[in-house]
């Protein structure tokens, strides 16, 4: 028999694992007075992240006890090992935080539960779908909600002369948080769009958009343009209706926004903003390289430690608001060379992906390349115990893997059937 055994239901839980990450949001933004207390807070997100470990681990050991790739394993070793050499290290100029004592083990979890276990499994192409869609059904709520909660201020949007004024972040902390949110769930609504051109597709695609413009965040707005330039060139170029429609949305969005002083003015002001430069990310940059001068370039100084240090400046932030300076201030050369293994790791799988399906392949290779740039203006994590971390390592690494798995077994039994046809 070639049948091919997948573990579908793994992508279901993965799902579930994002939707534990993000209700800690969504209560404190519910309940704000009690939740947003710091240990309180701390305390849920630490809940949640043991649930998900109960979660995959309860699935591993009722489904399949299939031993992962050792090679993962060790990695987990050596991206948990690093931190404590970090926390030596840097224990002589900073007081340790306790978080990142605990980020020593959550990091090892992290790596052992959406790495090391799924490297032995695979999701078929049908749960790789349905994974897409439940991401897509959460957007939709989120975005119906944004919408509905802030419908009175829609009308004077463009008299509005400060963007900073505006709140469109749906259940989110904030607006950039949530235009990340909404970036993932263009690229998860394009699998969809590509594999069924439907109606449900392309209103998502009306709505999610809509919804990135009223967070008026500049990164993803202009991401969000250039992986539809790269979606367009890789695929939608193909077809000669499609260029002629794309040429015409062009022309019409600049007759628009040249023939409207009110819609240039709006755009000049609300999202170009010149005034504001890079809102303060350059003096956090030179903050962040800064402390490393002046501690530890190899090992970093501990992301927690770095965080309290920014604080101590004045800045109500957690994060210098670049993926690569924090993962340099964090866990300096090593923590950044190890999640670029991790990276070429997972690079490899979406190579693989591309090879025997051009489309899926096609679609995460834009995302890589959109969150490359993402990283070095806007904070990410991977591995970490909460919702960014969960989003970033489940979306980005998890899923290729288990589908690219697929792919793989696929090919070994297409290869083996042609053999013993041959031998016939």
């Keep these: 028999m070639n049948e091919i055994r997948s573990h579908d239901k793994f992508s279901t839980i993965l799902f579930f694992c994002i939707l534990m ?8 933004s519910s309940l704000t007075q009690i939740v947003t207390t710091s240990l309180i807070y701390q305390l849920i997100v ?43 290290i840097s224990s002589r100029i900073f007081s340790i935080d306790i978080l990142d004592v605990i980020n020593i083990l959550v990091r090892f979890l992290s790596v052992f539960i959406y790495i090391f276990i799924p490297s032995k499994l695979n999701i078929s192409k049908e ?37 900073y004024s505006l709140v469109f972040s749906s259940f989110y902390f904030n607006r950039n948080a949530y235009a990340q949110f909404l970036l993932f769930s263009i690229i998860a609504n394009t699998f969809l769009w590509i594999e069924k051109q439907t109606k449900f597709s392309f209103f998502i695609y009306i709505m999610l958009l809509i919804n990135i413009f ?4 500049r990164t993803v707005i202009g991401l969000t343009i250039l992986y539809f330039i790269i979606i367009y060139f890789f695929y939608f170029r193909k077809k000669k209706s499609n260029r002629i429609t794309f040429l015409l949305l062009i022309i019409i969005f600049v007759v628009i926004v040249v023939s409207n002083q009110e819609i240039r003015n709006f755009i000049s002001i609300m999202l170009i903003r010149k005034d504001v430069g890079t809102s303060g990310r350059t003096f956090l940059w030179s903050t962040g390289l800064s402390i490393l001068g002046n501690t530890n370039w190899i090992f970093g100084t501990g992301y927690f430690a770095s965080s309290n240090y920014i604080q101590s400046l004045g800045y109500n932030l957690t994060e210098f608001h670049s993926f690569y300076i924090e993962t340099l201030v964090g866990g300096g050369a090593i923590d950044l060379f190890m999640h670029l293994l991790i990276f070429y790791y997972a690079f490899k799988n979406v190579i693989f992906i591309f090879k025997y399906d051009k489309n899926n392949g096609m679609i995460y290779f834009a995302s890589y390349i959109v969150f490359a740039i993402y990283g070095v203006v806007e904070s990410a994590s991977f591995f970490t115990m909460g919702y960014v971390g969960t989003l970033f390592t489940i979306f980005l690494l998890t899923i290729p893997l288990l589908y690219s798995n697929n792919l793989r077994m696929k090919a070994i039994v297409n290869k083996n059937s042609d053999d013993n046809s041959s031998n016939l």
Excluded: E, W
Excluded at 49 to 68: A, D, E, N, V, W
Excluded at 134 to 143: C, M, N, R, T
């Design 21 to 28: 990450s993000l209700f800690p949001i969504i209560l404190s």
């Design 46 to 88: 630490g809940i949640m992240f043991l649930l998900q470990i109960l979660l995959i681990f309860s699935y591993f050991f009722i489904k399949t006890r299939r031993i992962g790739d050792l090679r993962l394993f060790i990695f987990a070793i050596a991206f948990s090992s690093s931190q404590i050499i970090t926390l030596l």
């Design 127 to 163: 749960s790789f779908n349905k994974f897409m869609k439940y991401f897509v059904i959460l957007s939709l709520v989120a975005s119906m909600y944004n919408i509905i909660i802030n419908f009175s201020a829609l009308p004077s949007l463009f008299a509005v002369n400060n963007p």
């Design 214 to 217: 009223l967070t008026l965040s």
